[in-house]
């Protein structure tokens, strides 16, 4: 992609208007704010609400659920989105589509912000879509209400997805149907924590997630189809229809949208004979989703589908042109390496923060599953339209077909997880670190533009240098993080980064988030206090992760006292219990009792105090 595109007036609106949207997130503009008056109804425990159902069914390990645009909240009118937990079992369930009028019953609350480094934030999750409240329902009708017409392809292609997800549901097993149903639809539902993890390890877990290529692969083959029966113009209207509608059956999240539209652009702009490039149908796609959905930008499925598709356009018609005097079938080969290696370099960061592992030579398992589902995926449309009409022995060998092609997916999946180095637990990165990351990956992706690269490469050392330094220089004497958990427990950061793990309980899998958050990488020592037998547990699974110097009962050995008095400096005195502040003989807790509903990160040099909600965690 020439360098010159990024003058081009429609990318500079593009990231001008990105930059407003960010400005707005960060002043709070997108927040969702409860009306006054409906705030008395949280926890009523049979609430009636009226809304419109407006997204496909979903189910994790909660349960089932469905978005609706609420209308009204007992008798007090509403214009607001809830995430809605239907009851288990009820065969209603299976009847929803979206544009039908509903009609619940059940206990509404607000979502939940993080209280720990590392747990999930429910709130901003849901905000970031638009979601004020959460209703865990108990009875659910369906009101005989027409559904509007706007409505009306949203309950087609949700009526067709749920006949395909049966289908897989009828002829496969639970766990081959789920698998079955991420590879057609990118939703697949919980599946056992072993395959998880390999899918994961293995690098391929967008092929299970909503991603672009699904869709790609749906109007590659309906063009195809479409050019040998109605010529140029009949391929551009078929693969739309079908192209279109399949978007809607997976439900036009991001990475959906932007394939459909961008593959839409490009052949409109090979049918009219004009210039039409990817860097140009992707500019459109982008501008096309933000306009429709402003709050599609902090979604991880737009930042991962444009930030691999950045990586692509810099790099590969570069590598294309390396790449033509290689014979066509190890070219493909290179190539397919090469847009694997591109997206893992682009989405590290996203890796890091979001999902906090990443996958290295495991990600080589592309090579054979990225064209391997496309076949999954044919087949197991084809099954579905032939189950219309048949039966037998062909469905059945078929069927048989579909099921060892998934056996052979999951047993790649789980070769490539269990090389060694397949993948790696990562720390958060921050922001100057996200940035001065993509400077140098941007300054390898322009090559042989040397001067380009050059320039890149600088900006990328001069962050992270000034950061550095920044970072160091301004380093406290002393913090401690006060976690917020069923048990107390504390991680106390000592000047010159050693570290004491101080509590009376808490699990192993919350303590090893905190210390990959703050990347701690040894425990100088783990202090037990109190009867809570739950850091004792824990302590195994920690020592297999991070290396631990010693390990002490409070009250025993070195003097160390009930109440751990960690450090004493000038009028400041940190303990496990919050830090307070002497006045002659009496003391006084300095962190008021407001900010103790979540973790908290407290730091001294010696005469200052800082207090602030740790790092991840979203103050209430």
Known sequence: MPLCYLRRPLFLVLVLYILVLALLHSRGFFEIKPQREI???????????????????????????????????????????????????????????PGQRLLLS???????????????????????RGVGWILKAESLRILPKPIPWPWLPF?????????????????????????????????????????????????????????GAKVAFVIMAAAWVALRLGGRTGGFVFSGLLGGFYTLMVGTDPPYARAFLGGMALQAGFLRGRESGAFQATVLSALAILILDPRALFSAGFQMTYLAMAGLLLAMPSLNRALRPWPAWLGRLAAVAAVTAVVQLM?????????????????????????????IMALGFSLWGLSFVMEGPLLAFLVKGLKLLLTLFCRVCFQASSWPGA????????????????????????????????ALLGASLL??????????????????????????????????????????????GMLLKVLRIYRVRRLEKVVLTGPDPGLRRALPRLARFVPVGAVEEAG???????????LCQH??????????VRRGEAEFSIIPPRLKRHALEVSTDGYWVSIKPASGVSPR
């Open 423 to 454: 993948a790696s637990d990562l720390s958060p990165m921050a922001f100057s670190e996200v940035l001065a990351y993509y400077l140098a990956v941007f300054s390898l992706l322009v090559l042989p533009r040397r001067r380009p690269a050059a």
């Open 556 to 566: 025993a050995g070195g003097g160390v006292g009930r109440r751990l008095v960690l």
């Open 155 to 211: 309950f087609w292609a949700e009526s067709a997805r749920r006949s395909l997800e049966n289908c897989f549901k009828r002829l496969l097993s639970q766990e081959e149907a789920r698998l079955m149903t991420g590879l057609a639809l990118g939703y697949k539902g919980p599946l056992r924590r072993d395959v998880n993890r390999a899918i994961q390890d293995a690098g391929v877990m967008h092929l299970l997630v909503p991603s």
């Open 39 to 97: 705030l008395p109804l949280r926890f009523h425990p049979f609430l009636g609400v009226e809304g419109v159902a407006a997204s496909p069914l979903r189910e994790d390990h909660r349960g089932q659920k469905v978005f609706l645009r609420a209308m009204r909240f007992a008798d007090k009118p509403v214009r607001q989105k809830v995430l809605v937990y239907l009851p288990r079992g009820l065969p209603e369930n299976e009847r929803i589509r």
């Open 463 to 508: 962050v992270w240098g000034g950061s550095a330094w920044a970072q160091r220089a301004g380093a406290p004497a002393l913090r401690v993080v006060y976690l917020s958990l069923p048990s107390r427990a504390a991680l106390v950061t000592f000047s010159g980064e050693k570290h004491w793990l101080v509590g009376a309980g808490a699990s192993a």
């Open 106 to 128: 059940g206990e509404l609350r607000l979502p939940r912000p993080s209280r720990n480094p590392g747990e999930f934030d429910e709130r901003a999750f849901l905000w970031d």
């Open 347 to 375: 989405l590290w960061p996203l890796f890091a923060n979001i999902f906090g592992r990443g996958s290295l030579l495991g990600a080589a398992a592309n090579l054979v599953l990225v064209p391997g589902s496309g076949a």
């Open 571 to 580: 009028a400041v005195c940190f303990g496990f219990d919050p830090p307070r």
